[in-house]
């Protein structure tokens, strides 16, 4: 029974406060609707009031976890980074990459009769396209 009424004290206190233009309670459910004006009052500040108002307290936001891209764009960045420290700085991998697809190429143009294989064309075409792309800063008259 006490929950029924924390749930009334809450909609009353939302129905009374700024930018909130209904608040409903269903005891049934236990759900507590709320209608509002985002222009009045933002939805942060009104689940604080709610909480507030109902004598809960909010919990903390949680640390947002780094996406799935970026997590595969600093595996990349650190294998480029070890593959540079590894040779000497000659080689990385926006020169590896694309001499793989060269060589890929080539085999798969004179010796490969496997279906699996991508088509040399497509792979000169992605060698090529995956250079340029690494090598868009570089300059042309740099050695």
């Known amino acids: 029974m006490g929950s029924v009424r924390a749930a009334e004290r809450t909609r009353v206190g939302l129905a009374r406060t700024h930018g909130v233009t209904c608040a409903a309670h269903d005891p049934r459910t236990g759900s507590l609707l709320v209608e509002y004006d985002p222009r009045d009052i933002d939805a942060n500040g009104l689940v ?13 936001p949680r640390q947002a976890r780094p996406s799935a891209a970026f997590r595969i764009v600093g595996f990349v960045r650190r294998a480029d980074r070890r593959t540079e420290s590894i040779t000497g700085g000659r080689v ?7 001499g793989g697809l060269m060589a890929l190429a080539f085999y798969s143009f004179f ?9 040399w064309d497509s792979l000169v075409y992605w060698g090529y396209s995956v250079f340029v792309h690494a090598h868009a800063g570089a300059t042309r008259d740099s050695p």
Do not use: D, F, Q, Y
């Open 111 to 119: 010796k490969s009769s496997h279906t699996r294989l991508p088509r």
């Open 48 to 60: 604080a009031r709610a909480c507030e108002l109902s004598g809960l307290e909010l919990a903390p």
């Open 92 to 98: 990385n991998l926006g020169v590896l990459i694309p």
